[in-house]
């Protein structure tokens, strides 16, 4: 399973709820709010100021190793 900056944070949170964390790492606390299950992943870390595709990196190396 490898995720892209085009998904939804709450399909994200769904295929691989142990990515919480990494989620709260980087500020985004409110991940069951309306804006989780409508935003993608990229315009979340836009809004939070984090690099997309390193934060990408992050979450697939962590769900690869699973």
Known sequence: MSFT??????DILD???????MFNSIGMH??????????TLEQACAAHGVDVDA????????????
């Open 5 to 10: 900056k085009d998904m939804i944070i709450s």
């Open 15 to 21: 295929k691989a709820p142990e990515t919480v964390p």
């Open 30 to 39: 409110c991940l069951g709010c309306a804006m989780a299950s409508g935003e």
């Open 55 to 66: 934060f990408l990196d992050t979450l697939n190396s962590v769900v690869d190793k699973k």
